[in-house]
């Protein structure tokens, strides 16, 4: 059989619109813009696309990064993510369209280009390609959000393979050392470095599906390294695990600072105090464990979140990598009963936005009556179901009133339709009786067994629902319903009252040899 996709959980994205106008506001891509445009017709540059010095100093200036002291190296970056994505072309014919050809060879008289600005060259020499603007710059001014989004993830891609690969200056010591690359000197394995910052981000996208509000903050880098390293089983951290968790901080320290400027990520890096040479690697010094540190403290070691930039490229990675990573809206044209089945595993906000979204491609009356129809049942799920309808009915307007009336003599809906009528303030509504009074409380009491298990909110619910009723026992064990049984044995594992408790027992085993 095929293995099941792995499955995460809805995120709530914004508009591609929205998107869009984030992307063209990261730092890297803006600048990446600026210089596309600024290569115009032609700027001389190297068959890989490097360029000169007298060029880059000029693109420096034109980026006002010229009292930065990392203003070289950021242009640098935005010029190669230019070349990546298609905003700049590079011609290797070494003109612009007006270089001369006299031989008809398609090469130019080499004395044309004369002497050029420091760090230039003429053709034939380092510099003799030309980069001009690309095809990809049209769409940034004249495409859609998607096409901005498009180029966006391309050059995030090239910036997240190059956050994944070994540090430069290890590899320069070992050319230049006469060497051949080795990898396993390097201590770095291509495969297992893009798998752990994949880990991490797959990580920051999960807090952000599950609980909206704690992801608006900034997650502690030390937390974010241990939740990758430390084993769930360990109650207490070894030495050596610290160490670990040590070193992938500084790892992510450099990765993170590589990716915040395309927009993915927020992030304040690790304060350089707290970093020091140890045995000629960069590790984190850690005065005390990351969870006893004052707030203060802990921002010290650097803090990061996912943008909603973030949250959509991930989500477009895992998509690309065949998780099913569901955004919400995707149920907005399905089945009523495909989204009762989907919204109880959303988070709270998530289910609400997709039930909202839903019910506004419908009618009040016409989801009223589709939802009705999908509650139906005497199946296990159905208890569930039919609460997860009388929630998404909460959010339905009055105009639904029509079809929740259709419904109030049926067995599986009348209670819950009553309930809804009374919540809106409609007269007219026929008492229930009290054996629909039960099935309802036993319905209701098994949806959320499947749910919350044996939860502190049911056994309030329990306990409120049997004070009220001294006799709750004597009926409940006649109720016709699948689960009535298993109901009054949940009651009586759940009530705190030993004789409550007891008369549920009783009244479970009458249940079950009444069926």
Known sequence: MPEERPTMPPVRLRTDAELARDALAAPLLSRAVRLARWAGPGKPVASDGVLPEAELRAAIELLGLAGDEDGPEHTAQAWQLAVDTGLVEIRGDGHDEGDGDSDGDGHGDSDDHGDRADGEAAPGDAFSSVATSGEELRLISE?????????????????????????????????????????????????????????????????????????????????????????????????????????????????????????????QPVDEALIEEVDGEGRVQESEPAGELEDEDVSRYGMVRLTPLGVYAVRSRMVEAGIDAPAVGDLADQGADILLAALPGHPEPAAQAEAEQWLARRTPEEAARELLAAARGDDEGAPLRRLTCQQTLSLAGAAAEPAL????????LGGLARVWLAEHGVAGVPEPSEEMVFWLTVDTLAAQLSTEGDSAELRDLVRGLVDQSGSFFDSAWRVDHPATAEVLEAMGRLHPDKKAAKEARKAAFKARSRG
Do not use: C, K
């Open 143 to 267: 495409g859609g959000p998607r096409d901005i989004l498009d180029i966006w993830l391309d050059g995030f891609e090239t910036v997240l393979a190059d956050a994944a690969a070994p540090d430069l200056a290890e590899i320069a010591d070992q050319l230049s050392e006469g060497g051949e690359l080795d990898l396993d000197a390097l201590d770095w394995n291509p495969e297992e470095e893009a798998e752990f910052l994949d880990g991490v981000l797959g990580n920051l996208y999960l807090l952000t599906a599950l609980d909206e509000e704690a992801a608006a903050a900034s997650v502690p880098l030390p937390a974010l390294a241990a939740s990758m390293i430390v084993p769930e089983d360990m109650d207490e951290p070894t030495d050596d695990i610290l160490e670990e968790v040590s070193e992938a901080m500084v790892r992510l320290d450099d990765q993170f600072r590589l990716l915040a400027p395309t927009g993915l990520i927020d992030y």
């Open 405 to 412: 009336r259709e419904v109030l003599d049926d067995r599986h």
